[in-house]
């Protein structure tokens, strides 16, 4: 197939699947708008807060991530029982990792002082951060069945039940937060409360839809609590544990920068939240279509059809830098004006708009490199990317984000700077090992 239609059926997919990523990002952002309403001390217990949720959080998303793999390559080879298996484990995996960190990080929210924040900031933070927490478990059981339903090209159900729970949790920071129909204003706590509400009734109502969808029976498991076989397990963590340890090393490199942010002052803790919001959800457009990517090179793999895989995987690169050219003209026009959105401090405001403009340079390479990432996972190659981002980030970025900010006195700036370089030699890694993954087959081999 042609590279135009490859992207025609990329685009067809990862349309869904991206308005489904904005739409949960969605949650994030309008917890930032509406606590930071509150003024610029719980806008920085919210960047502290999510500066340690996302840690574990994208953990566990990153092991979720094998449910796409073996249900897309199960919905290739019309393997229906080898779907079932893999919602049914993916379940599982996400109702015990869920469980585990939650624990983990419950005992992590009382000893806030190890990370040597701000004093008011640190006070505050342990009971956000605890209700946050909690919210861990439905979060991953939800994603696991998502991620199953996207595999089988079903991704608009959700993308509704999904989109419901945003509605549902703004509507409820507007109730908790601000205390509105006989509630109390329970302030932070309240917007903690609120999601983890909303995460609740998005789980209940990707259960009840996956029940009640004819066309989705036969690939959705008939006994949901059937002993798990291990070596099933096995072969889930054998891709999703480098998967989740590759987006880790991206994720932690970004909280390691918020805790950073400690260290220049709440205005800087703020500004960066701002502008971790703006990239975060711009960021949902390529991460949508990563997924498409994923499901659509696994599904061409596991039907055997070699020849379709580099036109996909050149397809999708090309659609990823056309949005990320577009988006760093709109962060470096309007930085100003979107912080103005979450905050009305104006050294906040000044300090977010400055941020966007390397958001805007560095997002070029972050869309291919989440593309080539995802692409990679569903041809079943994870571990050498989990190296590769170690080293992109944690061996590259973060130390030159340390030396710009603190040798050179760019402070944020000097600390989003690094990240754009670690993203950048992540970037010029990956790409070449997928163009190397994707040969076409041979037609005719020499025979000896």
Known sequence: MSLLSESRLTLKLAFPLVIGQVSQMLLGVADTVMIGQLGVKELAVLTFANSLFYVPFVFGIGVLTAVSVFTASAAGSGDEAAGRASCRHGMYIATVLGLLLFAVSYALSLNLGVFRQPPEVEAMTGPYFRIIMASMVPALMSIALKNHADALDRPWPPFWIFLGGVVLNVFLNWVMIYGKLGCPMLGLEGGAYATLISRMAILG??????????????????????????????????????????????????????????????????????????????????????????????????????????????????????????????????????ASFFTDEEPVIRLAASLLIVVGVFQLFDSIQVGSVAMLRGLHDARMPALIGFFAYWMVGLPIAVLLSMKFDLGAVGVWSGLAVGLFVACVMLAPRLWKMTVPAVANPDRT
């Open 205 to 338: 109502g990707m259960i009840v839809w996956l029940h009640g969808d004819a066309d989705l029976r036969k690939w959705t498991p008939y006994h949901w609590f059937k002993r798990p076989a291990f070596s099933e397990i096995r072969r889930f963590l054998a891709i999703g544990f480098p998967a989740s340890i590759q987006m880790l090393t991206e994720v932690s490199a970004f909280s390691v920068a918020g805790l950073m942010m400690g260290r220049f002052g709440t205005a800087a803790m703020a500004a960066h939240q701002v502008a971790l919001m703006c990239a975060a959800t711009a960021f949902m457009i390529p991460l949508g279509l990563s997924m498409a990517l994923s499901v659509r090179i696994g599904t061409a793999a596991g039907a055997g059809e070699r020849e379709r895989l580099r036109p996909i995987a050149v397809s999708g690169w090309w659609i990823g830098a056309a949005y990320s050219l577009v988006g760093a003209l709109v962060f470096a026009l309007l930085g100003g004006w979107m």
